[in-house]
């Protein structure tokens, strides 16, 4: 054999050894961490969905248990069909939307719609929550998102979540227009249905204004019943809430 | 001893700059240094995935076979930085949020292959350990430089805390809008060189 092949040879064996061993160190640990990161992720978005209504204050830390123990007592999990209607968690409607309640001593008093829509570079995640009257806007929180640090990726800072609190996705009329980021700050003839956006980040905003509106015409059906108070503060739940969020 | 481990680290916070003098890492430099925190988080884990990644490499030097070693040096680099990114999001997740797609930078980041490719192929496994901590450190020095006066232009503050008063907003002071974008990170890193450049001309 020529040196020039055992050259090769020998880098192709190398080249094997290498990726079998760093295949297995990382499949060992992504194995061994498993169970450990989804604890993670579901708290996370346990900390989202309770925040998005203000039972949260920003930055208190509450251990694994008390997120739990606060979850399981407030926020109940149904999802809507098509017309609006509340199935139970265990109903198999094919089209069906998860939706979240907020409930206080049996009423509901929010109700939380889980986002996810597209960025300028991933995925967008979070919760916004509206006030049973259907209209206003009580919370947004983003949980997992791509978009560039300090500039896109300001969507998740507190100045920009607490900015879309009290506004509204209808019109003076009462007729739907969703919640939009406006190009820098609002003015006072836009600030019932915009936000302030992200100086140097004109393209998430515009990709959040997009998805928050299909999101938020998905939702509509219900959103309608709580405007018109058929489904109000005295609305009994049928079937059984679940508590899980998959 | 101690004075050849110490000029090691000095070369790659000064006289061999990896952002000043290598010009290795803009890219991230440009994408991270708008807000003073990002830049900091961005540095350490830079500095923590260079060390181990020089000492790993170096302890294989002499295993590596010349013609594949650059695809052996991303996968050495690449699974370190992925098990340090699975460990964080399994106990400091919290940490592992505000990394974010920093985590995902660090492989491409062209300072730990050129660190890789030039020194620890060549140099002892504690020396390379060195070099790494020392232009990890440069780099993340250059970052909080460029950081610092990103995110005191563009958005009045320091570190996220408001130091521009309102009254200078009142009487119209504003924001510079082209420093929260990359060509204001490209001045700012051109002036920077220039000026670390001529000091040290001065110096010689």
Redesign the interface.
Known sequence: MSEDTT??I??VI??AI??CV?GL??VT??ST?KD??DK?IL??KRINILKSVGLIKENIKLSFNEISRLYTENISSYYVDSDGEILPDNSDVSKKIKIYFYLKDGAIEAYIIPIDTRGL?GKILGYLALQSDGSTIRGFTVYS??E????G?EIESKWFRNNFVGKKIVDQQYDFVSISVAKGKTTEKNAENYVDGI??ATLTGQFLTTGLKQILMNYEPVSLRFRSGSIGKKFKLGGSPGNNEK | MKNKYYSIITEGIFSNNPVAKQVLGICSALAVTVKFKTAFVMGFSLTFVMMFSGLTISLLRNLIPRNIRIIAELIIIATLVIIIDQVLKAYLYDISKQLSVFIGLIITNCIVMGRAESYALMNKPFESFCDGLGNGIGYSFILLVVAFIRELLGSGSIAGFKVIPDYLYKIGYQDMGLMLLAPGAFIVIGLIVWLMNSFEKGTK
């Open positions: 050259e090769r020998r880098g190398f080249a290498l990726s760093c160190l990382i640990t992504v961490l450990r990161q993670n708290n996370d570079w998102h791509g560039t640090p300090g500039l990726g100086s140097g």
